[in-house]
């Protein structure tokens, strides 16, 4: 028995310690995912004021690139994040979602691009081929500003038909409230459920009574009625004359 709990107590004992095991391990990763993620949004803010001054400070190629990558990173984020935030309330924006990952794709792409070209030293080769890179961040952005105004118009129209549904239903509720001349049903009183009576059959007109004053009218007079004579009866025996 001293062996059996020995053993039972190791087997939980090593239960726990896989347990914990595994916990931390799940805790260490979630803050690594938030590290990483926290340090992708600084340097994401860091890159996007880089871009604005260079934009802004910089005149020719460089602030020409700079605008580029600007105004393709402001389109896809400001989709991104309308599109994310949509398909919690309309499951049909998933394929929505769909199109704009493949678009984040020749987004990512164009963005890489243009880094690239920021560290280019030939200046003219870059001025060459800016034109092109104008088209095709236009074309882009375009395609995403698309995406996020019909999914932002598709949740403007479902919230005013669900307005116009409510104030159709406040306003018959309105009406009920203000019709005080009627009762309502739960103050009106208690009427005992009646039974419905049998029609009983018609009676025979009764004879006007004679008035208290009016003196008494002789019966009648009429031969009395035999008496009706009965089998068992016994018939009565003639007296004896003397």
Do not use: C
């Not at 309309?90 to 020749?106: T, Y």
């Not at 280019?120 to 080769?125: A, K, L, M, S, V």
């Amino acid at each position: 028995m001293e062996a059996a709990f020995i053993i039972v107590a190791l087997v939980l004992l090593f239960a726990f310690l896989g347990l914990g095991v595994y916990v931390t391990t799940k805790v260490v990763k979630a803050a690594a995912r938030g590290v990483d993620r926290t340090i992708t949004q600084a340097r994401r803010t860091v890159e996007d004021t880089t871009l604005k001054a260079r934009s802004f400070g910089q005149v020719g190629v460089p602030g020409a690139l700079a605008t580029l990558r600007l105004d393709l990173r402001n389109s896809m984020r400001a989709t991104q994040q309308a599109l994310y935030e949509g398909v919690q309330a309309d499951a049909s924006l998933k394929e929505s979602i769909g199109l704009f990952e493949r678009l984040s794709a020749h987004g990512h792409e164009l963005d890489d691009e243009l880094k690239r070209l920021e560290a280019e030293p030939d200046r003219q080769r870059i001025a060459a081929v800016l034109p092109e890179l104008r088209e095709r961040t236009a074309r882009i952005t375009q395609a995403s500003d698309s995406l996020r105004w019909a999914a932002r118009d598709r949740a403007r129209r479902f919230a005013e038909d669900d307005l116009s549904h409510l104030s159709a239903q406040i306003d018959v509720e309105s009406g009920a409230l203000r019709d005080w001349y009627r009762a309502p049903a739960d103050d009106l009183p208690y009427a005992a459920p009646t039974t419905p009576t049998p029609p009983t059959a018609p009676t025979a007109p009764t004879a006007p009574t004679a008035p208290m004053w009016n003196t008494p009218q002789p019966a009648a007079l009429s031969e009395p009625t035999p008496t009706p004579q009965y089998p068992w009866q016994k018939t009565r025996r003639p007296e004896a004359t003397t």
